[in-house]
């Protein structure tokens, strides 16, 4: 009976020490809290998103042509940039590149969220609008045409 005893707690010790070296934390590489270390996920993960909006130079002319001389980019009615409308790009950019409006927003424990944008000429006349899905640990970019 003793000898049970014995291999029951040593059991139990066995169990609590290999729990106890068990680290918890955010197992998602896409979260922006990612640890390598973690063994187990403790749900705390968090992750944040990018979107870059860009034109070309014939979007640029067309709105030159139509009077707009600067454009104000707006997400969920805060403003995130603004930029004169003869300012193009003849590739797609890269989020944070030099010159482009980007915005990177945080997503809290989701993956993915859907914000409004705006975008507005100096006399208030909007060009563009619509939703964004942002995706968590992603820069998506957006050409916009006129």
Same mark, same amino acid.
């Given at each position: ?14 169990t ?15 979260a922006?809290n ?8 403790? +749900?705390?993960? *968090?992750?944040e ?8 130079? #014939?979007?640029?002319q067309?709105? =030159? @042509?139509?009077g ?5 980019f ?5 403003i995130i ?17 030099? +010159?482009?409006? *980007? ?7 989701v993956?993915?969220? #859907?914000?409004s944008y705006?975008? =507005? @000429?100096?006399t208030g006349w909007?060009?563009?609008s ?17």
């Amino acid at each position: 009976m003793k000898k049970i005893k014995q291999i029951v707690l040593a059991i139990l010790i066995g169990t609590t020490l290999i729990t106890s070296c068990q680290k918890e934390g955010c197992t998602d590489r896409d979260a922006e809290n990612f640890s390598s270390e973690a063994k187990s996920d403790d +749900g705390t993960c *968090t992750y944040e998103s990018s979107f870059v909006f860009y034109y070309d130079g #014939t979007t640029a002319q067309n709105l =030159i @042509d139509d009077g707009a001389t600067n454009l104000t980019f707006y997400l969920d009615g805060n403003i995130i940039g603004s930029s004169s409308a003869s300012v193009y790009w003849t590739n797609e950019p890269d989020c944070g590149s030099n +010159g482009s409006i *980007t915005v990177t927003k945080p997503l809290g424990g989701v993956k993915n969220k #859907t914000y409004s944008y705006r975008v =507005i @000429d100096q006399t208030g006349w909007e060009y563009w609008s619509g939703n964004l899905n942002f995706e968590a640990n992603t820069c998506t970019s957006l050409e916009l045409y006129f």
